[in-house]
């Protein structure tokens, strides 16, 4: 068991990173012309305006939900004043609310997609592969709040976030922090580093074009001048 929590927990990272990483630099420079979102919108619209922008809101915020409330020092909330069980229950309120988000989106999304007979001949075995990876991670996700809500006082939330800054920080000695931690939080954790995984060889990929397309903000304008 330890030699597994290890593998999973301190290994499996850096595993996941590098084929998120080149992954998505190989198939950028070799398959271009499919790196995009492969919109069925002129199929069929259903709910598709509802649940794209419920999921997009939702996941987005919990990207940066998690990626802030993780790697943010433990010494850096000490020091305004905020205890680990505030954090906590922020963590719980907030995640709940953009997982709910999240979850109501790729539900319509699905339902759209899976009850239209043009929609579904569409559909490939990567697409089906990433949207209920997605919703098993996040249904994993919202139900740890309900193991969170039995001990708000943050120990096993500064035990994982220990674990994510040792982790990124590249230090041995990640996986030790949550070795006991219950197997929701576990198993969250594995299929959330499992979508990086599969990231890019689906649409996903995408999703690198989203936070490109921010470089367009300091662009030059481009004069555009009559003959």
């Known amino acids: 068991m330890d030699y597994l929590n290890q593998f999973f927990f301190g290994i499996y990272p850096y595993i996941a990173l590098a084929i998120f990483l080149l992954g998505s630099l190989i198939r950028f420079d070799r398959e271009q012309y499919t790196w995009k979102s492969e919109s069925t919108q002129l199929l069929h619209a259903g709910s598709l305006r509802l649940g794209n922008i419920l999921f997009h809101v939702g996941v987005i915020g919990l990207f940066f939900g998690h990626a802030v409330g993780l790697l943010t020092p433990v010494w850096v909330w000490d020091t305004l004043g905020i205890s680990h069980g505030a954090k906590q229950i922020f963590a719980m309120v907030a995640g709940g ?24 001949a569409v559909t490939t075995f990567k697409d089906k592969v990433v949207l209920l990876w ?23 939330m500064v035990q994982l976030m220990s674990w994510a800054q040792h982790v990124v920080t590249f230090r041995g000695d990640a996986a030790s922090f949550i070795a006991d931690a219950p197997l929701i939080f576990k198993l969250h954790l594995f ?26 903000l300091a662009r030059a304008y481009q004069l555009v001048r009559p003959r």
């Open 97 to 120: 609310v953009m997982g709910t988000l999240c979850l109501i989106g790729i539900l319509l999304l699905l339902a759209r997609r899976f009850a239209n007979d043009r929609l579904r």
């Open 134 to 156: 997605i919703l098993a991670t996040l249904s994993l996700g919202l139900a740890s709040i309900f193991v969170s809500a039995s001990h708000t006082d943050g120990h096993m």
């Open 191 to 216: 299929m959330g580093m499992s979508v990086f995984v599969i990231f890019p060889f689906t649409r996903l990929v995408h999703v690198w074009s989203g936070f490109a397309s921010v470089g367009y």
